[in-house]
T-cell receptor, first 114, second 111 residues
């Protein structure tokens, strides 16, 4: 199983600022994803982070708001841009073990926007 | 579009009880179904993965079953303990590896 490290684990930010979340996997993985979990809700897929190319965004999520980088097979970043209180959520990085089809998660980054 | 529902939304049981958590999905053409545990404010821990060709998986006190024809999966927890208290989530995908998550069941096991 993959071990995924995310940082920051939590942050409190001011409205209008941007925050970049980092995700490091302890082994090379083919697929990485970013999810959002709003308070009291289940997980919603933001995008698939593609190595060496632009991320693939789900309906309702756009690159200008959530730019994603994936420079190699073990690392990805998600930026939450021009934040508003509605962006207060837990953001979760995940990686897929394609051989088994099993999804693994980091500890999440809890973001509070004032 | 796949929709995943979990019933009940919340469950409170005394320690030692056996319990069943339910997961329903609308698209029976799923590839995998995975059960996760989430502690408050934390990430998700993978519990069990059932591939479409399988009917059940077991790990310790946990047993998950999959019935694709009826669009259902169940997670059975034997001899529940206070440490089992968490939110349990099921998720499935239909070949794209984009897992769709259920609404979750918040479990509280009382000592």
């Amino acid at each position: 199983s993959a071990v995924i490290s995310q940082k920051p684990s939590r942050d409190i930010c001011q409205r209008g600022t941007s925050l970049t979340i980092q995700c490091q996997v302890d082994s090379q993985v083919t697929m990485m994803f970013w999810y959002r979990q709003q308070p009291g809700q289940s997980l919603t897929l933001i995008a698939t982070a593609n190595q060496g190319s632009e991320a693939t965004y789900e309906s309702g999520f756009v690159i200008d708001k959530f730019p994603i980088s994936r420079p190699n097979l073990t690392f990805s970043t998600l930026t939450v841009s021009n934040m508003s209180p509605e962006d207060s959520s837990i953001y979760l990085c995940s990686a897929l073990d394609v051989s088994a089809g099993e999804l693994f998660f980091g500890e999440g980054s809890r973001l509070t926007v004032l | 579009k796949q929709e995943v529902t979990q019933i009940p939304a919340a469950l409170s049981v005394p320690e030692g009880e056996n319990l069943v958590l339910n997961c329903s999905f609308t698209d029976s053409a799923i590839y995998n179904l995975q059960w996760f545990r989430q502690d408050p404010g934390k990430g998700l821990t993978s519990l069990l993965l059932i591939q479409s060709s399988q009917r059940e998986q077991t790990s310790g006190r946990l047993n998950a079953s999959l019935d694709k024809s009826s669009g259902r999966s169940t997670l059975y927890i034997a001899a529940s303990q206070p440490g089992d208290s968490a939110t349990y989530l099921c998720a499935s995908h239909s070949g794209t590896y984009k897992y769709i998550f259920g609404t979750g069941t918040r479990l509280k096991v009382l000592a």
